[in-house]
T-cell receptor
Framework: SAVISQKPSRDICQRGTSLTIQCQVDSQVTMMFWYRQQPGQSLTLIATANQGSEATYESGFVIDKFPISRPNLTFSTLTVSNMSPEDSSIYLC????????????FGPGTRLTVL | AQSVTQLGSHVSVSEGALVLLRCNYSSSVPPYLFWYVQYPNQGLQLLLKYTTGATLVKGINGFEAEFKKSETSFHLTKPSAHMSDAAEYFCAVMREGYQKVTFGTGTKLQVIP
């Protein structure tokens, strides 16, 4: 299975600021995904990040609020912009191992609290 | 379109008792099905998955699940609960060839000593 790391693991931020979350994978993957898990809720897909092209956003999520970079096949960043308390969530990066296991694997998550 | 329904947002069992977490899915094509576990303050860990073949799949930590096409179910079981099983469990479905996964709402398992 893929090994995924995220930075930071948690952060407390002030309203109106932005936070960039990094996701690093130990192998090259075509597609990376960013999810949000609001308190007490399930996972919601924010966007799919493809290397060399713009990210594809799900309904309800926009690039201005959640800009994503994917500079290579092992790394991606998600920025949460102009934060409000409603953005307090766990943000998870995941990858799909299509070749070997056809399974999605998740990073440990970034726990964000916005004051 | 595909969807997942997990019955019971909270389940409590006694230590040593049977664990049964229910999951029903909806998919227009044969699905891939997964169970993930999330321990407090951690990310998601894959417990087990069903793609094709044998309908009873075994996962880590003594868990298993059975794919029942006629019932569109993929319930998770463990014969004897351990205190360390206390966590939140997510059932998920994916369409073969598509990499988007749809998650259920999760079931929090409490294990009572």
């Amino acid at each position: 299975s893929a090994v995924i790391s995220q930075k930071p693991s948690r952060d407390i931020c002030q309203r109106g600021t932005s936070l960039t979350i990094q996701c690093q994978v130990d192998s090259q993957v075509t597609m990376m995904f960013w999810y949000r898990q609001q308190p007490g809720q399930s996972l919601t897909l924010i966007a799919t990040a493809n290397q060399g092209s713009e990210a594809t956003y799900e309904s309800g999520f926009v690039i201005d609020k959640f800009p994503i970079s994917r500079p290579n096949l092992t790394f991606s960043t998600l920025t949460v912009s102009n934060m409000s308390p409603e953005d307090s969530s766990i943000y998870l990066c995941s990858v799909h191992d299509r070749g070997r296991t056809d399974t999605q694997y998740f990073g440990p998550g970034t726990r964000l609290t916005v004051l | 379109a595909q969807s997942v329904t997990q019955l019971g947002s909270h389940v409590s069992v006694s230590e040593g008792a049977l664990v049964l977490l229910r999951c029903n899915y909806s998919s227009s094509v044969p699905p891939y099905l997964f169970w993930y576990v999330q321990y407090p303050n951690q990310g998601l860990q894959l417990l087990l998955k069903y793609t094709t073949g044998a309908t009873l799949v075994k996962g880590i930590n003594g868990f298993e699940a059975e794919f029942k096409k006629s019932e569109t179910s993929f319930h998770l079981t463990k014969p004897s609960a351990h205190m360390s099983d206390a966590a939140e469990y997510f059932c998920a479905v994916m369409r073969e060839g598509y990499q988007k996964v749809t998650f259920g709402t999760g079931t929090k398992l409490q294990v009572i000593p």
